[in-house]
């Protein structure tokens, strides 16, 4: 494969029980041009109907787990999949419809086949997210830049992320990453660590368009607890690294 070769990209849309929000999320996906890859994580009835017939269409491509696993198991299933149908990168779009799909076209702006940069987005929010939410996520920031001991990263749980397919499938297959919403940030952390490039790119963000949130309040913060505890012990064995060597950060193309 040529260096230059053109990029094949899909959406990657992991869906849990937004039945009233995925028509719309895919419609404002489908301005991209490119195909969708629906993750079905064990959605009730209802949704599953939704993508069932979604699922009829040419350009989107259904997966379905047998049941619900989580945000992480379904993003990871969904790159297992792009990867077999011959996808090299994946924009991971969450299902809610709360990101502005206008905002989409710079996450695949120039890219060729074999380029290996993490595009990650870093949210402009609306009067509609809740406040106790917006400063909340500033306590993950800190320890994200205390664990890569820099500024690169600069949000990690905003649900807009380019993946690079094979990549990201072999980073994966040997740190795990979490199945829930660890995944979210333990996956653009250890990108970082391995030496490999980012990219930040705004997206605005409103609160979302059905009012579910999958998040659970004490689950999840545990979680997410041990998994910053993980990510500290790593990041003090690759202390002398993270000290001398500056991380790979892309501007965004005017």
């Known amino acids: 494969m040529s260096s230059d070769q053109p990029a094949r990209p899909c959406v990657l849309i992991p869906v849990y029980n937004h039945a009233t929000a995925i028509t719309t999320t895919c419609a404002g996906a489908r301005r991209l041009g490119v195909p969708l890859l629906l993750v079905d994580d064990g959605s009730d009835a209802e949704c599953a109907q939704v993508l069932d017939e979604l699922a009829t269409a040419d350009d989107v ?26 996808f090299t990168h994946a924009l991971q779009v969450d299902a809610d419809g709360q990101h502005e799909p206008e905002d989409f076209p710079p996450f695949l702006d120039g890219l060729t086949a074999r380029q290996e940069e993490l595009r990650i987005a870093y949210p402009l929010f609306d ?15 800190a320890l994200v830049w205390l ?25 994966v297959a040997r740190h795990g990453c ?35 949130s ?41």
Not at 128 to 141: D, E, F, I, M, Q
Not at 147 to 170: E, H, I, Q, W
């Open 147 to 171: 664990n890569t001991l820099s500024f690169a990263l600069r949000d990690t749980m905003c649900g807009v992320k380019l993946y690079p397919v094979a990549a990201v499938n072999r980073l």
């Open 61 to 86: 491509h259904l997966v379905r787990l047998a049941a619900n696993s989580g945000k992480g198991a379904a993003v990871k299933a969904g790159l297992l999949e792009a990867e077999r149908q011959g």
């Open 178 to 212: 979490g199945e829930r919403m660890q995944f979210d940030t333990e996956l653009p952390v250890r990108w970082l660590w391995a030496g490999l490039p980012v990219m930040n790119l705004p997206v605005r963000v409103h609160y979302p368009m059905d009012g579910v």
């Open 127 to 141: 009067q509609s997210v809740p406040r106790h939410r917006y400063y909340a996520r500033y306590a993950t920031h």
């Open 214 to 254: 999958h998040f659970d309040l004490w689950g999840d913060n545990a979680l997410l607890a041990l998994m910053h505890g993980r990510l500290f012990c790593g990041m003090l064995r690759r202390l002398p690294y993270l000290l001398f060597h500056r991380p790979r950060v892309s501007n965004p193309r005017p």
